[in-house]
């Protein structure tokens, strides 16, 4: 009880928008960046700033060429695709022209963690751009944080894969996104800040929250309807309502 009066006083006096995926939807231009690193499976791009602002901290302890914080982004965004495809069996990204997806590192504004943005000429193609350090507004902060939201927004990536998103189901997007959050990355637990706006009015329409505090159904479901499954990992609940829904418009004729 203490514990859930806190995280809601907390999320009162400390508002921060999770995710931009609702609104930044419409085509923009990539950002532009000095210089990029591949992460270790190549599979991604991380573009990143060496001086000004953006610039992440360019601290490069093992010496590799690369700052640390980007090594460390190319780490959680392998990581988060090794689980997503090849463990709970989700479909692919939509690929850009290159095959490689994109994350670009900036300075993002306090509290808004990171955004998920449509790549018109590739149709549900998408990339990511996350904060360069995560040190104010957020209700978490640093590399853990930043881990939480590639996962989020990754994921972003492959729902696309299923079907583009609507006013109407931006809902489920995020809820799965955040549900993701604490699968890939166990100990960040940044979800339970936004649980709130659910236990302020449970009655409530889901279609008219934002989706982050619908995550705990998500959670729910992963580990109350199968059998013999040792972790959320083996779930395919969530995988096999995507599946669904990418043959309808609405999750509410699913769920």
């Known amino acids: 009880m203490k514990i859930c009066l806190l995280l809601f006083v907390f999320s009162l006096v400390f508002p921060v928008t999770k995710c931009n995926f609702e609104i930044?939807?419409?085509?923009?231009?990539?950002?532009?960046?000095?210089?990029?690193?591949?992460?270790?499976?190549?599979?991604?791009?991380?573009?990143?700033?060496?001086?000004?602002?953006?610039?992440?901290?360019?601290?490069?302890?093992?010496?590799?060429g690369v700052p640390d914080y980007v090594d460390e982004v190319g780490i959680i965004a392998d990581s988060t695709r090794y689980v997503l495809v090849d463990i709970m069996g989700f479909r692919e990204e939509i690929d850009?022209?290159?095959?490689?997806?994109?994350?670009?590192?900036?300075?993002?504004?306090?509290?808004?963690?990171?955004?998920?943005?449509?790549?018109?000429?590739?149709?549900?193609?998408?990339?990511?751009?996350?904060?360069?350090?995560?040190?104010?507004?957020?209700?978490?902060?640093?590399?853990?944080?930043?881990?939480?939201?590639?996962?989020?927004?990754?994921?972003?990536?492959?729902?696309?894969?299923y079907k583009a998103p609507t006013a109407d189901d931006k809902f489920f997007y995020e809820m799965t996104s955040t549900w993701i959050e604490d699968i890939i990355v166990p100990d960040g637990n940044d979800y339970l800040y936004f649980i709130t706006n659910l236990f302020n009015n449970p009655e409530q329409r889901w279609d008219n929250v934002q989706g982050y505090s619908l995550?705990?159904?998500?959670h729910y479901l992963s580990t109350q309807f199968e059998e013999n499954i040792q972790s959320q990992k083996e779930s395919t609940i969530i995988r096999k309502v995507w599946e669904e829904l990418s043959n309808i418009e609405s999750p509410f004729l699913i769920l």
Do not use: W
Request: aromatic letters at 14%; glycine letters at 10%; one cysteine or more.
């Open 24 to 64: 930044e939807t419409m085509y923009r231009s990539r950002p532009e960046k000095d210089t990029f690193s591949l992460s270790p499976t190549g599979h991604f791009m991380i573009h990143y700033d060496i001086q000004g602002n953006a610039a992440p901290d360019l601290t490069d302890v093992d010496g590799n």
């Open 215 to 218: 995550a705990l159904f998500g």
């Open 96 to 161: 850009d022209s290159d095959g490689i997806y994109d994350i670009y590192i900036d300075q993002r504004c306090d509290g808004c963690y990171g955004v998920n943005t449509p790549d018109a000429p590739y149709g549900n193609g998408s990339y990511i751009t996350i904060d360069n350090d995560y040190s104010e507004g957020y209700y978490t902060s640093g590399i853990v944080t930043m881990r939480l939201t590639v996962a989020h927004e990754f994921f972003h990536a492959i729902q696309r894969a």
